[in-house]
C-alpha cells in the first residue's frame, strides 16, 4: 500500500489529474476497511475539489464514512449531505442512505423516511426490495398504515397488498367453511390426518390437515392466531421463508401428531405453534427490529404457549398436544438457524452504515452461511423421516 509518489502528494497543494486522484480514493478505501479511518480521511479530503464530479461525491462519501468511524457524526452527516448537494453520480444513492440510517439512530423517522424515499428513487434493482422494506417499516411505525401496506408489498416483489400469510387464511378459512356447512362432502374424509392413511402413503395429509377445523369456534381461534403472527413472520424472513417454515413446522406436527397422539386430527395449529416458535427462538437470537405492533405481541407468546399447552394436557385427549409440541419444537429450531432476511437486525443498519464490522455490506443483516441453513433444515427434514418411520411407515 505504501506509495512515496502518493504520500508526496498528500502533502501537496493543487489540482489532481483523475488518474492520481483515483489512486488516493483506491488507498483511502483500504485503509478504511483496515481501521484507519484517520489516515483514510486525509486521502479523501486532499481528492475534495478535484474537477470531475464523480471523484468529488465519492471522496465526500468516504470523509463521511471515515468521520463517522472516528465518533464525530456531526462532521459525518455534514460530508454526506455534501454528496447529495452535488450533481448526481452513483455516490448519490449510498450518501442517501448513509443519511437515512443516521436519522434512525437519532429518532427522526419523518426524517429517515425522506432520506430513504431519496434513495429509493435512485436504487439499483437489486436494493429495491430492501429500501422498501425500510420504508414499511418507517411507515408502520408512524401509524401510516396504507403506506406500510404499499411499501411491505413493494418489497415482496409481487404478493400486492394481500401477503403470503393472508392468502393461506384465505384458503383455510374457504376449505374448512366449505367443510363444515357440507358434513356430507368427502373433504374430511380426504384431507384429514389420519395414521392409517398416511401409513398406507397418504403423505400429502401431513400438510392438508392444516386446511381443516373441526368447527368454527376451532377455525376461529386458529385463524386469529394466523393473523396476527404470520404477517409478522412474513415480514421478518420474507414471504418464501414464511412459505417454507410453514411447510416444514406442519410437516413435523403432523408428524408428532401420528407418533403421539395417533387419533384422526384437523386444524392449522401445529403449523401455527411452529410460526410462534419460529418468532420465539428467532428474536432472541437474532435480535431483528420489530416494529410497534410486533413488539405488542413477540413478548406474549411465551406464556401464551405455555397456557396452551397445559390446557392441552389438561383436556383429557380431546386437544392434539403432539402436533402443538412438534410444531413448536420444528419453529424453535428453524428459528435458531434461519436468520431474519428482510429486516435489519440491532448489530447491523442503523449501528453499522457503509458495511461495517458486525453487517453485511449496506446494513444489511448479518447472514448465517447457507451451508449452516441447508445442514439446519436437512437436520429436520432427518427428524421428520425418523418419526415418520417410527410411526410404521416404510421408507
Known sequence: MDDPGLDAVLASTGPLSSATARALLDRGRDLLQLGEPLQAAQHYQRVIGTADPKLTAEAWLGLGDALFRLDREPDAIA?????????????????????????????????ATRAYREAERRAPPDDRAEIASRLGWLNKEQGNAGAARRYFARSRGGLGPLGLAQAILVVTVAVSLLAIVTPDTTLFDVLALDRADVLRGDLYRLLSVTLLHAGYIHLFFNMYALYLIGPIVEQIWGSRTFAAFY??????ASTASIVFSPGPAVGASGAIFGLVGVLLAGTRVHHPMLDQRARSIVPQLGMIVLINLAFGFLAGGTIDNGAHVGGLVAGLWLGLVVPPGKVPTLRSAWQHPGGQPGGAPGGQPAMASPLVIGAGILVLLAAILVGLSLAGLRL
Open 247 to 252: 411447510v416444514l413446522t406442519a410437516l413435523a
Open 79 to 111: 460530508a454526506w449531505e455534501s454528496v447529495t448537494r452535488l450533481p448526481e453520480t452513483p455516490s448519490t444513492y449510498r450518501a442517501w442512505r448513509q443519511l437515512a440510517a443516521e436519522r434512525v439512530r437519532r429518532g427522526d423517522l419523518g426524517g
